[in-house]
C-alpha cells in the first residue's frame, strides 16, 4: 500500500470484523459447529472486508472529489497545477502531500472541470423549451444555446484556458480528453432530438466536436461584449455543418470524400495535433 493510501486509511475509521468465539462441549457438537463457522462466518467476514473495500475506494474518490472542488480556486492563481491541487488538499483539511493522488496533476483536475460543467450544461438542457426542435430539421438555435452555455462555463478561468487545452493535448490526457468531449457532444444532440441510429449518428458529433472545439478556441480571443462575435462564430459553423448534412442527404456518394476529409482534419484539431497560425 502506498504511503498516500495510508493516509488516506488513516483519515478514515475503519471497520473490524470480528468472529465470534463459541465454545461448545462435546467432539460431534465442536464438529458441527466448526463446519458451519467455516462455510458462514468465514463467508461473513469476506463479504465485511470486500464492503470494507469498497467502501474505502468510495471513500478516496469522496476525498479526492472534495479536494479537486477545492483546488479550481486558485486555478486563477497557480493555474490547473500540482500547486493548485497542494493548495486544495490542505484548504479541504487533508495533508498537502495527498496531491499524489492524481497521477496526471493538472490533467486530473482539468478533467473534473470539463465533467462537472458537461453535468451542469445536462441539467440546464432538461429545463430548455423544445419547440423547434424537429427531425426534419437541424435544432440550431438549441445547439448554439447549448455550445454557448458550455463555453461560458470557462469563463472564470478564460485566462489560463489555454495551457489547460495544451495539457488536455499530453499523451496521458488526451483518452479523457477525448471521452469528456465525446460525452458533450452526445449530450448536446441526444437532448436536441437527434435519435438516429445510422451513420449520420456518428457524423452529427464529430461534426459537432469539431464545431465546439473551434469555437471554444475562438472563444479565447474574443473580446466583444457578451461574447457576440463567438456566438455568431458558432452559429455560421452550424450553418455550415447544416450544408453539408443536407449534401450528405441528396448525395452520399459524391459527398463522402469531403466528409471524411473534414472527419479527419477535426479529429487532428481535437487530438491537438493541428496549431494555429
Same mark, same amino acid.
Given at each position: 500500500?502506498? *504511503?498516500?493510501?495510508? =493516509? %488516506?486509511?488513516? $483519515? /478514515? =475509521?475503519?471497520?473490524?470484523? %470480528? +468472529?465470534?468465539?463459541?465454545?461448545v462441549q462435546g467432539n460431534n457438537v465442536q464438529r458441527i459447529v466448526r463446519s458451519y463457522y467455516n462455510q458462514n462466518v468465514n463467508k461473513e467476514v469476506t463479504t465485511s472486508a470486500i464492503t470494507t473495500?469498497?467502501?474505502?475506494?468510495?471513500? #478516496?474518490?469522496?476525498?479526492?472529489? /472534495? %479536494? $479537486?472542488? /477545492?483546488a479550481l480556486e486558485f486555478v486563477t492563481q497557480t493555474g490547473w497545477s500540482v500547486e493548485s491541487l497542494s493548495s486544495g488538499a490542505k484548504t479541504a483539511g487533508y495533508p498537502s502531500i495527498?496531491?499524489?493522488?492524481f497521477p496526471n496533476g493538472g490533467g486530473d483536475l482539468v478533467h473534473f472541470f470539463n465533467i462537472r460543467? *458537461? #453535468?451542469? $450544461?445536462?441539467?440546464?438542457?432538461?429545463?430548455w423549451p423544445k419547440e423547434d426542435i424537429k427531425e426534419s430539421k437541424v435544432p440550431m438555435k438549441f445547439i448554439e444555446s447549448a455550445i454557448m452555455t458550455r463555453l461560458l462555463m470557462i469563463e472564470p478561468y478564460k485566462s489560463t484556458w489555454p495551457k489547460a487545452m495544451a495539457i488536455q493535448t499530453?499523451? *496521458?490526457?488526451?483518452?479523457?480528453?477525448? +471521452?469528456?468531449? $465525446?460525452?458533450?457532444?452526445?449530450d448536446i444532440c441526444y437532448h436536441s432530438g437527434d435519435r438516429s441510429v445510422d451513420f449520420n449518428w456518428y457524423m452529427r458529433r464529430v461534426g459537432l466536436a469539431g464545431i465546439y472545439k473551434a469555437a471554444e478556441l475562438f472563444y479565447l480571443t474574443d473580446s466583444s461584449q457578451e461574447s457576440s462575435a463567438t456566438r455568431s462564430f458558432v452559429n455560421s459553423r452550424i450553418r455550415d455543418a447544416q450544408l453539408i448534412q443536407t449534401a450528405l442527404n441528396t448525395n452520399p456518394v459524391s459527398a463522402a470524400p469531403q466528409t471524411l476529409t473534414a472527419a479527419f482534419v477535426t479529429a487532428k484539431n481535437i487530438l491537438g495535433i493541428n496549431t494555429l497560425k
Open positions: 500500500m502506498s *504511503n498516500l493510501r495510508r =493516509i %488516506i486509511r488513516s $483519515l /478514515r =475509521i475503519g471497520h473490524r470484523y %470480528i +468472529a465470534p468465539l463459541v465454545v473495500e469498497h467502501e474505502e475506494h468510495q471513500y #478516496e474518490e469522496n476525498v479526492k472529489n /472534495r %479536494i $479537486l472542488e /477545492r495527498t496531491h499524489g493522488l460543467c *458537461n #453535468e451542469q $450544461l445536462v441539467v440546464e438542457m432538461k429545463t499530453l499523451p *496521458n490526457n488526451v483518452p479523457n480528453c477525448l +471521452a469528456t468531449l $465525446l460525452s458533450l457532444v452526445d
